[in-house]
């Protein structure tokens, strides 16, 4: 018999917070973009006799995420700690991070399953610290760039609860979106601000007991962390039915060629030697500062999902689309309670018409001229037959590209349908008049002929005969 294997997975994150300034000094906190070693001063840079000053802004991100990932405990009292080691882009010997004492204790993301209730993933720490430089390799040559010294990260480590590549790349598009849409970090991870380390090793299915892992490093899109997730748990999987024991090596994923090598055996936490960092003073979230930041705490995108589902009685399908991003989920609610009529029908023209609009044209929902409620309106004058749908759709565009309301729009170009049934009514007797031959056809039995009348008298009204209404005309004028 053929055991089987079940992946144990847990995720290391960093997180890069997009606040103004880096952590411990004013430096500007993005250098995306810039030229090298532009972006610093003797604080980033470990300079002699500077002492580090912490950013408040980064203190109150960190207290938002662990919030939105249910800590157990967001501390009232938590540490710095100096993590020491050598490396050629941290200049000052040592990483200012936390250890002991972080700022907050457990917590999980819930991932949304197809069929079934949502795993929880467990968070088993979340803490500040500070980004090191950048060695960028050029030939023989390698370069240091400090720009990214200083910049503020959160790491959020999971518990080993995934249990697939799949769930993993999961993982990290959930997380992706609840840091957008905390406005914390920019999140995109061919720019860094997300970065993932993936801990992997496998057991018998079934099992209770964790075997070695591995540790797979610099991995920067979604789509690699799965690939090289799977990559490595057929290797064990290979290696174990080989009967070769799997070793804590740190891997290197490389993109181009999509295979794992071998960086180093694994530091272990005591070659860090840390110790509490001497040159600040501890994290002190006093109550009311702490109320202050979750006050401003948004509903979260499950939740509100959820939500959507319930009170406007939208299918699944429509409120996960609605709420990958909150701006957009935001942009339906503001468009719902203009249209006052049914949220499925707001719901349609956003996912098909709006999405189309904002992905070509690489915007946010908030970033769009055409408002909420011109959208309502637009949909209401559809509903009326006061414009057709295509005249709707082209609305869209012209309210977009001009920044005028819809209203204004129709009466200046005089799209409005023709509502005058006197008019409609002679010209579509013109237009019988016209084709004889036709209308005997369609009265010999050529009933499909009704789509064409229709089309003759679209192109003379320059399309802005209501499809339904014209039909019905016509169907009278031609009944015998
Ligand atoms: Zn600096």
Not at 118 to 128: E, G, Q, V
Not at 144 to 158: A, H, K, S, Y
Not at 262 to 277: G, L
Not at 294 to 319: I, K
Request: glycine letters at 6%; proline letters at 6%; a negative charge.
């Amino acid at each position: 018999m053929i055991p089987t294997y079940e992946p144990v997975i847990g995720l290391e994150t960093h997180i890069q917070l997009n606040t103004n300034s880096k952590i411990f000094c004013a430096c500007k906190a993005d250098s995306w973009g810039e030229a090298p070693n532009t972006n610093i001063c003797p604080v980033c840079t470990g300079l002699p006799g500077v002492l580090p000053v912490l950013n408040r802004a980064a203190v109150e991100k960190a207290v938002r995420l662990a919030a939105a990932m249910q800590a157990e405990s967001i501390q009232s009292l938590s540490y710095f700690a100096r993590k020491n080691y050598f490396y050629p882009d941290l200049p000052k010997g040592y990483q200012i991070s936390q250890y002991d004492e972080p700022l907050a204790r457990g917590g999980q993301l819930d991932l949304p399953m197809p069929d079934g209730p949502p795993r929880h993933i467990s968070i088993t720490k979340l803490h500040l610290e500070e980004d090191a430089g950048k060695t960028v390799h050029d030939g023989e040559r390698r370069l240091i760039d400090f720009n990214r010294c200083g910049v503020p990260l959160i790491e959020m480590v999971t518990g080993p609860d995934l249990r697939s590549a799949d769930e993993a790349a999961q993982y990290l598009i959930r997380l992706r979106q609840l840091l957008r849409w905390l406005g914390i970090s920019e999140a995109e991870m061919e720019k860094g601000h997300l970065r993932c380390d993936a801990n992997v090793s496998i057991r018998p299915a079934g099992a209770d007991y964790l075997n070695p892992k591995t540790e797979i490093k610099n991995v920067n899109s979604i789509d690699a962390v799965r690939q090289a997730i799977q990559t490595e748990i057929e290797r064990q999987i290979r290696e174990v039915e080989a009967g070769r024991p799997i070793q804590a090596w740190t891997l290197e994923w490389d993109e181009d060629n999509g295979s794992l090598h071998k960086m180093r055996s694994k530091e272990t936490e005591a070659d860090y030697r840390y110790f509490r960092e001497p040159d600040l003073l501890p994290i002190r979230l006093e109550d009311a500062w702490r109320s202050e930041i979750l006050a401003g705490l948004p509903e979260l995108p499950l939740a509100r999902r959820a939500r959507f589902q319930e009170s406007y009685r939208l299918p699944a399908y429509d409120a996960e689309i609605l709420t990958e991003e909150r701006s957009l989920s935001e942009y339906f609610e503001a468009a719902v309670a203009a249209h006052g009529g049914e949220p499925k029908a707001v719901s349609n023209w956003l996912m098909n018409d709006v999405l189309r609009m904002l992905r070509e044209r690489g915007l946010s929902a908030g970033q769009l001229r055409l408002l909420p409620g011109d959208l309502a309106e637009i949909i209401r004058m559809v509903d009326a037959h006061t414009i057709t749908t295509n005249t709707g759709k082209e609305l869209l565009e012209k309210v977009e590209a001009t920044g005028r309301r819809p209203a204004e729009i129709v009466a200046d170009e005089g799209l409005a349908v023709v509502a005058d049934e006197g008019e409609l009514r002679v010209l579509a007797e013109a237009i019988l008049a016209e084709n004889p031959g036709q209308v005997a056809a369609y009265k010999a039995g050529k009933l499909t002929l009704i789509g064409w009348f229709v089309g003759q008298v679209m192109r003379k009204t320059g399309g802005k005969a209501d499809p339904q209404r014209t039909r019905a005309l016509l169907e009278e004028l031609l009944s015998p």
